[in-house]
């Protein structure tokens, strides 16, 4: 169903004011000739140069100490050493996290720590021996050595063969100075050899080495990319952690998001509703005592009583609208956001395409969020016209609040759209800012449904 107030067009899946923005930064060359020379592409052939020798390291470390910790299991010996190898490997795949770090930009999390019940060499044996984490990590020294010789040999010829090609006119004259034959030669058996030395098999030459070039970095782009899945999946915190991580954490934003909500209640109700009570209350004790004496004095006293009821009234609707607003229990989101958008300063168009209403926690959240969005709107945005669409694409309940006005709107700069992003995140939510500085503004809010 849509709803419209003011004059709001358009249609869902994009902005309904699209203006033509400001073109990206342009390069004067294009990224196939770019790519040899940028930092980029030198630091991952650093990362698969040093892969090799690291590989080898990590490789012989943990293939020795297993099969010496392996062969010594029928003594006791056998499980310190184990132990000792488990724990060297994490030891080296802090490295191997630190060189992704460095050269790739490779943010991995620190994995879980070990949990040792109890106090002891036998405690931390055996928390290193059951930790999924230390195997992982043997995991990693064990396939990436094999990787990394592949890798290695790829990105070491494609990158010397295309370089030693392209630069061939300048370095053809060492053969038939030096080396007494005409040019580099091609193929040579009993009979005949093919040399290169005119100057169209120089051009040809130099052509090949230039599309050996520019393929290169996308090679060793290709390569390091699996070395990002490895040392993402096997050397990070494993995903049951890091959702661990993130309830502990969204659970503390819940909490903290519940504390200055009943904070914030408390403070209308002391500074507005409960104020203006407690003068009702001066004012008909004085209008009872000059009842007797000045009834017209305690008729116009009892008369503004009674418009300082209504205004406290009012106050108290509208806090509890802040609450839960009760057209939202009743008629849902449709009739909800409708209101919401007949008090924002800017005409808005409400779309609302819902068969069925959400659970009554997510309906709250998204309404919430609404609100909060056309509050910015009215405040910040200097628009003419906005637009509300929610719809649902399968489990996820999807919000789009956009505007036409001057744009600008950052979640990083401490702003209210930090705050909501952090509660939608507490709920398995996303919060997405398109809003270029001249306009115009899209943000859109994907929720879980739960029905």
Not at 162 to 179: H, I, K, Q
């Amino acid at each position: 169903m849509a709803t419209e107030y003011g004059h709001g067009y358009g249609h869902r899946g994009g902005s309904r004011f699209d203006e033509a923005g400001a073109a990206g930064p342009r390069h004067r060359l294009p990224a196939p000739l770019r790519a040899p020379f940028e930092a980029r592409t030198w630091r991952e052939f650093g990362y698969v140069l040093l892969g090799l020798p690291l590989g080898i390291l990590l490789f012989t470390f943990a293939v020795t100490m297993v099969s010496l910790g392996a062969g010594l299991l029928i003594t006791f010996l056998g499980v310190p050493v184990l132990a000792a190898a488990l724990a060297g490997c994490r030891g080296l795949g802090s490295l191997e996290r630190a060189r992704a770090r460095a050269l790739l930009g490779v943010e991995v999390a620190e994995p879980e720590p070990l949990r040792v019940q109890k106090h002891g060499a036998m405690a931390w044996m055996g928390a290193v021996l059951k930790s999924g984490t230390s195997w992982r990590h043997l995991l990693y020294a064990v396939v990436q050595f094999p990787w990394s010789v592949f890798s290695f040999v790829v990105a070491v010829t494609f990158w010397v063969y295309g370089w030693a090609l392209l630069t061939y006119p300048l370095w053809f004259w060492v053969f038939p100075m030096y080396g007494g034959q005409d040019g580099l030669q091609l193929y040579g058996d009993s009979t005949h050899s093919i040399y290169l030395d005119n100057p169209f098999e120089i051009t040809v030459t130099a052509l090949v080495g230039l599309l050996f070039t520019m393929a290169t970095p996308w090679i060793v782009r290709a390569l390091t990319t699996v070395d990002r899945v490895m040392v993402t999946g096997l050397l990070g915190p494993s995903r049951l952690a890091t959702r661990v991580v993130e309830l502990e954490s969204d659970r503390g934003v819940v909490v903290d998001t519940a504390a200055a909500d009943l904070r914030r209640i408390e403070r209308d109700l002391h500074d507005g509703a409960q104020a203006r009570l407690v003068a009702l209350a001066m004012d008909l004790g004085l209008a009872k005592e000059k009842l007797a004496e000045d009834p017209e004095a305690a008729a116009r006293m009892v008369d503004e009583a009674h418009g300082e009821v209504k205004t406290a009234l009012q106050e108290l609707r509208d806090l509890a609208r802040g609450i839960h607003p009760a057209v939202l229990t009743d008629r849902g989101l449709d009739a909800a956001l409708s209101a919401v958008a007949s008090r924002c300063t800017v005409p808005v168009q409400v779309e609302v395409d819902l068969a069925v209403r959400p659970a009554p926690a997510i309906e709250g959240i998204a309404y919430f969020t609404v609100s909060e969005l056309l509050q910015n709107i009215s405040k910040h945005s200097r628009a003419t016209r906005a637009t509300v669409d929610v719809w649902r694409v399968e489990n996820r309940l999807m919000i789009q609040v956009g505007d036409n006005g001057v744009g600008g709107a950052d979640v990083t700069e401490g702003s209210g759209l930090a705050g909501l992003t952090e509660r939608l995140d507490a709920v398995d939510g996303i919060l997405v800012v398109d809003s270029p500085p001249a306009g115009p503004t899209r943000i859109t809010a994907e929720l879980p449904w739960r029905g």
